[in-house]
């Protein structure tokens, strides 16, 4: 993999410092001199055609069935664009069928469906699933579309997935689409189309302690977890339990083949008891003991 950190660290090096100071650090002459000698070119680094300056790229990857792609700073236009770009190369040309991009790993179910014929406006699949408010990203937007183009081709057989892999909620980002109630929201939502008893008995647990199930660092009056006394955070703690318990039982229950739905909701409901981020620290849902 030597040979693509040298595509981004060249650009960095040769845009900083001085003459003087590259006099004055020989390990700099000896790095850039590699570098040049290991980059592979790019035509470009917006999505195209063509694919040939790619294929060094394939070659470094080999058989690999996992790619990771990093960036240097969020909401970068150019890192966004390369990464689609990369993308559409591993999934056309490598025949990589998965995409997953840090958000949410319970409102990515909402772009997952919808890349796969599922109903909707792109603009509102946006809104609801993707999280941080990346979703106003318009390489996000790119992304998706073109997914969802791909797999509408009745030659793409192998039809590509979408995934979020961070934690729900978008907690401590008040400007976020949706709230850190969300995998709680999830849960409850689809536990009412399958078991409307026990949806019931939950809401009347929860409902009453679910509106200050929230962290906005502008609000110092609004809802906000902080003000539930010690015993709510326990009945929460508890309800919470109880609510993963039930989703892992009915997966136990369920034949594999059609499980995906229940192992969703009890995703979404075990998303309930991650972590949150709040001025002082990190504290569960449903209780004060803190995670470092």
């Not at 030597?2 to 900083?16: E, P, S, V």
């Not at 790229?57 to 240097?72: D, K, P, T, W």
């Not at 929460?236 to 039982?249: C, G, K, Q, S």
């Not at 369920?254 to 009890?266: D, F, I, K, V």
Request: glycine share 10%.
């Amino acid at each position: 993999m030597n040979r693509l950190f040298a595509i981004c660290l060249l650009a960095a090096g040769l845009g900083r410092g001085t003459k003087a100071a590259a006099q004055q650090d020989p390990g700099r002459d000896a790095f850039l001199s590699w570098a040049k000698r290991a980059l592979s070119p790019l035509a470009g680094v917006a999505p195209s055609p063509s694919r040939t300056d790619l294929a060094a790229l394939g070659r470094m990857i080999g058989n690999a069935s996992i790619v990771a792609l990093s960036e240097g700073v969020h909401a970068g236009a150019e890192p966004l664009e390369f990464r689609n770009r990369v993308l559409q190369y591993l999934v056309e040309r490598l025949g990589f069928t998965a995409i997953a991009i840090e958000s949410g790993i319970v409102e990515g179910r909402t772009v997952h469906d919808y890349v796969l014929g599922g109903p909707g406006d792109l603009a509102a699949v946006l809104a609801k699933g993707i999280s941080w408010t990346f979703d106003r990203l318009p390489q996000n937007e790119d992304l998706v579309r073109w997914i969802r183009d791909y797999n509408a081709d009745p030659k793409h057989t192998r039809k590509v997935h979408f995934y979020g892999f961070d934690i729900p909620g978008s907690p401590g980002n008040p400007m976020a689409n949706r709230g850190l109630r969300t995998g709680l929201d999830e849960a409850l939502l689809y536990l009412g189309t399958v078991d409307a008893t026990a949806a019931a008995d939950f809401h009347a647990r929860l409902d009453r302690l679910l509106p200050n199930v929230s962290l906005d660092p502008r609000s110092a009056d609004g809802p906000q977890y902080s003000r539930l006394s010690q015993p709510e955070r326990d009945q929460m703690t508890a309800a919470i339990a109880d609510l993963v318990a039930l989703y892992e039982r009915r997966e136990a229950a369920t034949a594999p083949q059609a499980r995906r739905p229940t192992t969703s909701g009890r995703t979404a409901a075990r998303s309930a008891r991650a972590p949150p981020m709040n001025g002082s620290g990190r504290c569960r849902l449903g209780g004060n003991r803190r995670a470092g």
